[in-house]
């Protein structure tokens, strides 16, 4: 269409002139920008590296191997067994709190250099008093090994 039309009917001429553009010329189509960000997207996922983060390395009984052990003869224990109440019950004899398990433990080790520790823990205890215990076994230079308590115990 070269023109349009007056509203006396004559043709008005265009040529040379700017045409003001309608709202249906200003529409933009994103559906190439979506792609490309679909591309993109799943091209990060593909590359990107998971990295395995290291938790707590729980180690039972079960998991004693022979020459870890003592070969034949079971190694000296010392159970601390850690309550709901959040105390910790050493050799089911006195009660101790979370703090000073590590002084316990460096006296079992001078006494007992092959011995192990074993953290029993209570179905209903917080598991942050279980790793807090379980840390100070371990800096007291204790082997520690970890036990679940059975409902009812």
Known sequence: MVGRRSAKGKRKSTRGRRVQPTADD???NVTPLLDIVFILLIFFIVTATFLREKGVEISTLEDC???DCGGGRPPPIMLLALQED???RV???RIIDPASVKPVVQEFV???PDGLVLVSAA???ESG???RVMDQAAAGGGRVKLSLQEEGS
Do not use: K, Q
């Open 123 to 125: 179905p209903d205890s």
């Open 110 to 112: 001078a006494r007992e």
């Open 65 to 67: 191997a022979e020459e």
């Open 86 to 88: 959040g105390f910790v």
């Open 129 to 131: 008093v279980a790793i």
């Open 26 to 28: 200003a529409r933009v």
């Open 91 to 93: 050799n089911n004899i």
